[in-house]
Structures are given as C-alpha cells and as structure tokens.
C-alpha cells in the first residue's frame, strides 16, 4: 500500500517509519498541506492520510475519488476540517479517536497554570537577573469553580486533574457522562449556570454547527468578570474578535488558547520572518494576561506513538477488510461511528 502523507513534520515520522515495513505500508511524506492546489501529489496513490489543518471539502474529496483514492485516514480525532457528508459514499474516512487524552488535558492545565502565577511573565524576568515580584500575583486553583464544555475523554481527565487541586467542576454536555455527577464536586448544569458560576472555563467539545462560537460576546455577557477562557479544543468554539473585546473591557481575566479560528494559514509554521496579517491574533498575543501555545496540545512522546500505531492498524484493517474500527460516516444529519464500513 502506497500512501500519501500530507502536512508532515519531522516529528511525525520516526513513528510511522518504524511501523513501515513491518506493517506493508509505504509512506510517501509530503511537507504541504492537502488543499485544491495540492490534491495532485495523491495520483497513484491508495490512500491519503492528513491532520488537523489539511483541508478536505467537496472539491478535494471529489478529486481523490476521481483519482481511484478510497481511503482517507485522518491521524487525529477532530473531523470539521473534512466534508463528511461529501465524504459519503466518496471516501471512506477513518481517524484515532483517542491519542493521549492525558496529552491534551495535561497541556490544558499547564497552560492554566503559567497564566493565573505568571511563570511566562518570571520566566522572562529571571532570565534578566529581573527578580522583582510585581505584577506577578496570582490566585490559588483550590476551591475555585471550573466550567468544563465537553466531558468525553479529554474533558474527563481534565475534571480529575482540577479535582486534584481542590476545584469544583460544573460540567455540560451534550450527552453526560453517566456516573460522573456526584451531586457534590462535580455536578452537570446547562451552559448559563456553567457560565454565571465558573471562574474558568475550559473546552473540550467537537466543533460542530450547535458549538460554533459558544464562547461569544453573549456567552462572556453571562460569565463572571474575571472569568479564564482554556480553549485547548477547535479555535472556532471561541469568537476570537468578542473574546479580545472581552479582554479589553476587563470582563476576561485571562485566556489560554491552544487553538485558534484562523489558525490553518499559520500555525505548525515558523512566521517569525513575516508580517503577521492577522490583527485579531496579534491584538491577543500582545496581551499579557494571554498565552498563544500553536496547538501542541497533543504533542507527547506517547500520543505520536499512539497517532502511528493506531493510523497505521486503521490503514491495514480497511485495506485487508474492507472496513475499519474507527472509520466515521455521515448518517441522519450527524457524523456517527460506523464500525462495519456498511453505511458507506
Ligand atoms: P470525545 O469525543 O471523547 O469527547 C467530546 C465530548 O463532547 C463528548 O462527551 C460529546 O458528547 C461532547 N459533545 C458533543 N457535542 C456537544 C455539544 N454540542 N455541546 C457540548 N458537548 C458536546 O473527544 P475528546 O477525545 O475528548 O476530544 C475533544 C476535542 O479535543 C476534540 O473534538 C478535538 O477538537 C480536541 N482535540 C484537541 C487536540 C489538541 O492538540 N489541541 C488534540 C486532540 C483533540
């Protein structure tokens, strides 16, 4: 089996090289993303395999199907980037539903933690021989109340990470975990109860229609002044423009994003060299009660093995079976797991 490799990163490779022979799978790695201007490197190939940034609408999707290509295998978990009802009956589309949810909810933490002691503001400092402590108070995590959006795999280990310090957890979810509200430290509310008593609020659902912008200007309008936005999920599920109006105004005590709108064009990119275009982006980066990681949330040791092990399981299986564990389909208006390759 031939496959093209788009978006590749010199960290994605030792982990499917070492799989290559073994497994039968050629990877043939290309550094540009998957987009109309690029779809043509895949002729000739069997499959495609991208990541969260490639970009896989109507017209790609019918392109690779034009080109005899029947599988693509995405090695992350998000799908919003591809056209899954397009996909239907096109393409068949796989993923790694799980990777390292300790990866993404540890990142998440750390990033809520640099924000709220200032380490990113005494790191600079110290590193000057700067070893005043103005500016640098922080509030302690113990006893605060967390609004977690999204309580699947990630969500979840981010809840026992804040239990562990002592924090309170108002979750919402679409589908509830069940067991997981135990009427006391953590309990389910709908999204205004989330949003009037939570000092932070982290995000760990899809981005889907029903969770575009659910941090907006009238989601902050609720929120609690102060309040800390952790987006370490899809840069679409925050309003990038009313959430630096929010930071402007005083209403947002901090923001940690990992994840951002218009991030495609720009992040797993060294801009350094370049005039950032983007004056939403670079507003926020400018603020000092923000941190902009370039979602790196998944990126551990252990979660690019996983990505590997399980891309490459994926790959083998549908080429061998004519099906995949983890391959996703579009059925009654929502994208489903579809185990058996028979609703394609
Ligand atoms: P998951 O599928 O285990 O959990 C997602 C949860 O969101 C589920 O419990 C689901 O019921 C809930 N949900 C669905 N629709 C909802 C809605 N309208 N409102 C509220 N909740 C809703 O997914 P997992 O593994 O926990 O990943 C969560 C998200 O994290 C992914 O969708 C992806 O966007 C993001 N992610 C980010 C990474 C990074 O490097 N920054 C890496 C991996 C995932």
């Known amino acids: 089996m031939k496959i093209a490799f788009f978006d590749t990163k010199p960290y994605d490779r030792p982990a499917f090289d070492s799989r290559s022979e073994s497994s039968g799978i050629q990877f043939k790695y290309f550094e540009a993303k998957l987009n109309e201007d690029t779809v043509d490197l895949a002729r000739g190939y069997d499959g495609v395999c991208v990541f969260v940034n490639d970009t896989v609408n109507a017209n790609v ?24 009802k397009h996909a239907k009956g096109r393409l068949h589309v796989v993923r790694v539903p799980a990777y390292s949810p300790y990866a993404v909810a540890e990142h998440t933490m750390a990033l809520l933690l640099t924000s709220i002691r200032r380490i990113h503001k005494a790191y600079l400092r110290s590193r000057d021989f700067n070893f005043s402590l103005n500016g640098l108070t922080g509030f302690d995590l113990h006893g605060k109340t967390v609004g977690v959006i999204g309580t699947g795999r990630i969500g979840r280990v981010f809840i026992d990470i804040c239990r562990g310090f002592g924090m309170k957890v108002l979750a919402y979810d679409k589908y509830p975990t069940p067991g997981l509200d135990n009427g006391d430290t953590v309990r389910y509310v709908d999204t205004d109860e989330l949003f009037a008593n939570s000092d932070i609020i982290s995000l760990h659902c899809p981005l889907t229609d029903e969770t575009h912008h659910i941090i907006g200007a009238k989601a902050l309008e609720k929120c609690k002044k102060g309040v800390v936005i952790l987006n370490t999920s899809r840069g679409s599920l925050v309003d990038a423009e009313a959430l630096l109006a929010g930071i402007k105004s005083r209403k947002v005590g901090a923001a940690c994003l990992d994840v951002y709108e218009e991030e495609a064009d720009l992040f797993f990119e060294d801009n350094s060299g370049h005039i950032m275009e983007d004056d939403i982006l670079a507003r926020l980066i400018s603020m000092p009660n923000v941190l902009v990681t370039s979602h790196q949330a998944f990126l551990t040791e252990e979660a690019l093995e996983n990505i590997a092990e399980t891309t490459v399981n994926n790959i083998r299986q549908f080429f061998a079976e004519g099906r995949c564990e983890n391959e996703l389909c579009y059925r009654r208006g929502d994208v489903e797991d579809c185990k058996d390759g028979k609703c394609f």
């Open 61 to 84: 999707i019918d392109r690779l199907a034009d080109m005899g290509i029947r599988l693509l295998a995405l090695r992350c978990a998000g799908f919003n980037n591809v056209d899954m």
